[in-house]
């Protein structure tokens, strides 16, 4: 099983900065491909960044430029920078992490999602 816990959001103006955190946890031998998705009021969930391994990461066109995916190997926990936040970036913050080896092993085939977290941007 894949536990995933998120952190970080808050009520922030115009222009302002949060960073998210995604914790990945289960079988140690695991590694872990976090992707973020948000979900606006009325909205359909949309895809926000992935990081499947460094060098491998990739943004939504409206995020690019002003969000940064990173990952800190020791806790095994991803963040996401929010920079130059827009009132059209408030939503819930949910996080999405896919349990893989590279070897392919089958062992590693889990997936865990997050409660979410809010992220509200005032103009």
């Known amino acids: 099983q894949v536990q995933v816990v998120e952190s970080g959001g808050g009520s922030v103006q115009a222009g302002g900065s949060l960073r998210l955190s995604c914790a990945a946890s289960?079988?140690?031998?695991?590694?872990?491909?976090i992707t973020w998705y948000r979900q606006a009021p009325g909205k359909e969930r949309e895809f926000v960044s992935n990081h499947y391994s460094p060098g491998r990461t990739s943004y939504a066109y409206f995020v690019r430029g002003r969000f940064t995916i990173s990952q800190d190997h020791a806790t095994n926990t991803v963040y996401l920078q929010m920079n130059s936040l827009k009132p059209e970036d408030t939503a819930m913050y949910y996080c999405?992490?896919?349990?893989?080896?590279?070897?392919?092993?089958?062992?590693?085939?889990?997936?865990?999602r997050g409660r979410g977290t809010q992220v509200t941007v005032s103009s």
């Open positions: 289960g079988d140690a031998w695991c590694q872990y491909a």
């Open positions: 999405e992490a896919e349990s893989y080896h590279p070897s392919g092993s089958p062992r590693c085939q889990g997936t865990g």
